[in-house]
């Protein structure tokens, strides 16, 4: 999801996912088929740049490198094309940060609605519902999120947090292990891992 501060730990920057087959083809733990959100055909560029960051923060020899390519990914992310989708989504963050939900809410609306195959306005969209605890709806954006950009390590962040908060621990536990695939830095998905490891298998790791 976002990065906004006052999200729980685990929902913070941290890079997630490595896109599994079923995560490609759409899909979260438990067999649900994400929604049919339209795919944005990114330039070839903006695709070799991701592919070399996400390479890069595989291969991240410290915390604060992969900081630093995390943050570098987000960049990259947050670039609509749109000078009016980023006027609403910047509309949109200030209101969430300010804790008008419902506003953010309505500005975000119209984000996926001009552009539905802008993660970010999924994402941040996905944001909104889970401060508001409307967690049915988040999945349901972080869903869309996914089937645009499968390796949205944020959008996986919020999508294991949910999933141990309404007691799905086993699809929690293989989200946030595919998360270190990613990110081998994730904390916050070493901490949960190491906790749900216990309560779904019986031992620690």
Same mark, same amino acid.
Do not use: C, F
């Given at each position: 999801m976002t990065r906004l501060s006052v999200l729980p730990a685990c929902l913070v920057i941290p890079v997630l996912l490595a896109a599994s087959p079923a995560l490609a083809q759409g899909q979260v733990p438990g067999g649900q088929v994400l929604g049919n959100a339209a795919r944005k055909a990114a330039p070839d560029g903006e695709n070799s740049k991701l592919d070399e960051l996400f390479a890069r923060l595989a291969k991240a020899p410290d915390d604060a490198s992969a900081t630093e390519i995390a943050n570098a990914?987000?960049? #990259?992310? !947050?670039?609509?094309?749109?000078?009016? *989708?980023? =006027?609403?989504?910047?509309? %949109?963050?200030?209101?969430?940060?300010?804790?008008?939900?419902? #506003?953010? !809410?309505?500005?975000?609306?119209?984000? *996926?609605? =001009?552009?539905?195959?802008? %993660?970010?306005?999924?994402?941040?969209?996905?944001?909104?519902?889970?401060?508001?605890?409307?967690?049915?709806?988040?999945?349901?954006d972080i869903r869309h999120v996914l089937a645009i950009e499968p390796r949205h390590f944020g959008a996986m962040a919020g999508l294991g947090s949910m999933l141990k908060e309404i007691g799905r621990n086993a699809a929690a536990l293989e989200i946030y292990r595919r998360a270190l695939a990613i990110n081998p830095h994730l904390d916050g998905a070493k901490r949960a891992i190491r906790e749900l490891s216990v309560e779904v298998e019986g031992r620690d790791i």
């Open positions: 990914i987000w960049r #990259v992310w !947050l670039e609509s094309g749109s000078d009016t *989708v980023d =006027l609403l989504v910047l509309r %949109a963050t200030s209101a969430m940060q300010d804790k008008d939900y419902d #506003v953010a !809410l309505k500005l975000l609306n119209i984000v *996926v609605g =001009l552009d539905p195959s802008y %993660a970010e306005g999924w994402n941040k969209r996905a944001t909104v519902h889970y401060l508001k605890h409307e967690y049915d709806k988040s999945i349901s």
